[in-house]
């Protein structure tokens, strides 16, 4: 079982800056990606970034040229730095991990979600 834990969130007015970290611990025998997503009231869970164990990266259009993801120099970990807010960044942020078990189980994991909330 992979367990993720982030942090990093909280309330900002537009056009400032927040760092999202996440964590992931447990069974984890290979990471294949991590990455953030972000779900607004009243919409569907949207990806936001990825971020391959061979740096590869992939982000919406939406924060192209704002947010980049990052993987740490701690196993397991990853970093989204959000530049340049918007109120439509606003949302519950989550953080996700896939990858395979020491057994050879895959894996699909989700963190619990942190609130980013940008002001006018």
């Known amino acids: 079982q992979v367990q993720l834990v982030e942090s990093g969130g909280g309330l900002v007015q537009a056009g400032g800056s927040l760092r999202l970290s996440c964590a992931a611990s447990g069974s984890i025998g290979s990471m294949v990606a991590m990455g953030w997503y972000r779900q607004a009231p009243g919409m569907q869970r949207e990806l936001v970034a990825t971020?391959?164990?061979?740096?590869?990266?992939n982000y919406a259009d939406s924060v192209k040229g704002r947010f980049t993801i990052s993987r740490g120099n701690a196993k397991n970990t990853v970093y989204l730095q959000m530049n340049s807010l918007k109120p439509d960044d606003t949302a519950v942020y989550y953080c996700?991990?896939?990858?395979?078990?020491?057994w050879g189980t895959g894996f699909d994991s989700w963190g619990p979600g942190t609130q980013v909330s940008v002001s006018p």
């Open positions: 996700n991990a896939r990858g395979s078990s020491y």
């Open positions: 971020i391959t164990r061979s740096d590869r990266t």
